[in-house]
């Protein structure tokens, strides 16, 4: 970053995730940082970065995030979840918080700049609930914020994180089993959003998709990452209607399922995009599947 940008202040909610960590060691010591984050548990996720400035706010409270955007100039909202549960909803997390960092910005609005990630298909009319809610999510920012970036993302693999874990504990079974393994993933690499994240930073780019360089069925991702490790062995599709009717017994019976019919749902959703054009805005390289790969399942 420039001199210049060296003296602007971001804050990044939902810190203590792991696009929030990644981007904070990419920031640390070159920017004014702040991180927001729910809970004294989410804080000491962050004890990694000396002398980083933690602030713990309710995302829904708009009072609690006007005080902790106090003195920032660039908002990155990481805050989301593809499975509500008994202690978060969809609303609270995705309309809510947005709704509250609007309100806490209401006197700066054409003065900062907002980056929100999302997840690609999200948008207002979409029949699943998670992709709904991230759309209206969207439009409350983009209602309220001139300079902002919307990134819609798929699945997002990185080093340690939860979907590099699972997807490996698949890749080294001898029988694979999942729902519909038909359908389309284009996974990104955890630090080419990292990337996209720091360009928004600079500049606004409005609404964008961006996604890994390849789409391939989820059957073909789970051979890819065996054979990425050296495992070997088949995987079977099991119908979807299967999954969900799993799911929505779960739901009846726990009140914090681990699997719910919208979370199935966003993971079913076939993901197929020419992302190039958007990489190029934004000014950074897409690592292909195979580096991807090597990287987030050694």
């Not at 699945?155 to 698949?170: F, H, K, P, W």
């Not at 999954?243 to 076939?270: I, K, Y």
């Amino acid at each position: 970053m420039s001199m210049s940008e060296a003296d602007t202040g971001i804050l990044i909610t939902g810190a203590n995730g792991h696009l929030g960590r990644r981007l904070i060691a990419e920031l640390h010591g070159r920017v004014k940082l702040r991180a927001a984050v729910r809970s004294q548990r989410a804080a000491e996720a962050l004890d990694g970065f000396p002398g980083l400035e933690v602030v713990q706010v309710d995302y829904s409270d708009a009072a609690g995030m006007a005080e902790a955007c106090e003195g920032m100039d660039v908002f990155v909202h990481l805050v989301g979840i593809i499975k509500e549960s008994h202690s978060s909803s969809y609303e609270e997390a995705h309309e809510l918080s947005c709704a509250a960092l609007a309100a806490a910005l209401a006197g700066r609005r054409d003065e900062v700049r907002v980056v929100y990630v999302s997840i690609l298909g999200a948008s207002v009319d979409n029949a699943n609930a998670c992709l709904r809610s991230k759309g209206a999510a969207e439009a409350v920012l983009a209602t309220a914020f001139p300079r902002i970036t919307v990134l819609q993302v798929p699945m997002v693999l990185g080093e340690g994180d939860y979907a590099a874990r699972s997807l490996a504990a698949n890749a080294r079974k001898l029988v694979r089993f999942g729902f519909r393994l038909g359908s389309l993933e284009q996974p990104i690499y955890a630090g080419d959003v990292v990337n996209a994240l720091v360009a928004s930073i600079r500049e606004s780019f409005g609404r964008v998709l961006l996604a890994g360089p390849e789409s391939l069925s989820r059957r073909d991702l789970f051979a890819r990452a065996a054979s990425a490790i050296g495992g070997r062995g088949g995987s079977v599709s099991l119908p979807l209607g299967v999954g969900l009717l799993l799911a929505a017994f779960l739901e009846r019976v726990s009140a914090n399922p681990p699997v719910t019919r919208a979370m199935l749902e966003v993971l079913d959703h076939d993901d197929s995009i020419d992302p190039e054009p958007v990489a190029q805005r934004l000014g950074i390289s897409l690592t292909s599947l195979d580096d991807m790969l090597s990287r987030v399942l050694r």
